[in-house]
């Protein structure tokens, strides 16, 4: 299965809606601001692979541990988000210091209904990259090409 990309900045498979709209609209064609969001903190690097069976979805989160993530799926829209909070505090003679740390982030792609197995959706986190399997379906696994006969 091809994908191509619209005018509007959709990717799409050939002749279905939007796959991965969130990846090529705003952060493959911005170049100047990779990696941060609106508000200048840091969003984590996303790969997208194609074979002909799933799309593999890479988000790189090192320092995380797997119970930090929340991955939903409402309709067709799936998103990735997270949530860390760390504190520290020193105390030493006659000084206190104490630190607050906070990291978060959200990811949103939306999912071509006919194209993906939403049921079957896979997610594991390991070595600082977040790893989902989205499962195609059948009708979107690449087929052999069909031979016509001439009569």
Do not use: C
Not at 41 to 68: C, L, R
């Amino acid at each position: 299965m091809s994908i191509v990309k619209r005018n509007n900045g959709s990717l799409l498979p050939a002749g279905t809606r939007t796959l991965f709209d969130d990846f090529f609209s705003r952060e493959l064609f911005n170049w100047g601001n990779t990696n941060f969001s609106s508000t200048l903190t840091t969003v984590p690097s996303v790969n997208i692979k194609e074979n002909d069976n799933h799309f593999e979805v890479e988000v790189a989160a090192p320092g995380m541990q797997k119970d930090d993530f929340r991955i939903t799926l409402d309709s067709n829209l799936l998103t990735i988000s997270s949530f860390k909070k760390n504190e520290t505090e020193e105390s030493k003679d006659n000084y206190t210091r104490r630190e607050f740390s906070y990291q978060s982030f959200q990811r949103s792609f939306e999912l071509a209904k006919d194209v993906v197995d939403e049921e079957h959706i896979e997610a594991k986190y390991e070595n600082g990259v977040l790893k989902l399997i989205i499962p195609k379906t059948e009708k979107a696994k690449k087929q052999a090409p069909r031979l016509i006969e001439i009569k």
